[in-house]
């Protein structure tokens, strides 16, 4: 089973960048599609990119464009690079394995890991 754990995260201006890693333990992480995740004060967790083990990738239409998953494969790691924050961006992001292809529920997301806070300042 793949666990994740992130981390990247902290105190950034508007129109700066950050990239997050999300290093996962488990001998099947190269076969699973992985996931990012953000939840703001207050709102409900929402989708923001996820990746096949071949590399495909889809995003939020709120993060396209300015945000790009990768994967490395041999370190076991997801990353998260994050362009052009704007306060909109602030929230916890959460790295996550996907039961599936394609979707963006977080109820179709398990091995969640602990979080890492990103906050932009306008």
């Known amino acids: 089973q793949v666990q994740p754990v992130e981390s990247g995260g902290g105190l950034v201006q508007a129109g700066d960048s950050l990239r997050l890693s999300c290093a996962a333990s488990?001998?099947?992480?190269?076969?699973?599609?992985m996931g990012w995740f953000r939840q703001a004060a207050g709102k409900e967790r929402e989708f923001v990119a996820a990746?096949?083990?071949?590399?495909?990738?889809y995003y939020a239409d709120s993060v396209k464009g300015r945000f790009t998953i990768s994967r490395d494969n041999v370190k076991n790691t997801v990353y998260l690079q994050m362009n052009s924050l704007n306060a909109e961006d602030t929230a916890v992001y959460y790295c996550?394995?996907?039961?599936?292809?394609?979707?963006?529920?977080?109820?179709?997301?398990?091995?969640w890991g602990q979080g890492t806070q990103v906050t932009v300042s306008s």
């Open positions: 488990g001998r099947t992480f190269s076969r699973s599609n």
């Open positions: 990746i096949s083990g071949t590399g495909g990738t």
């Open positions: 996550a394995t996907a039961r599936g292809w394609g979707t963006r529920r977080a109820a179709d997301f398990g091995s």
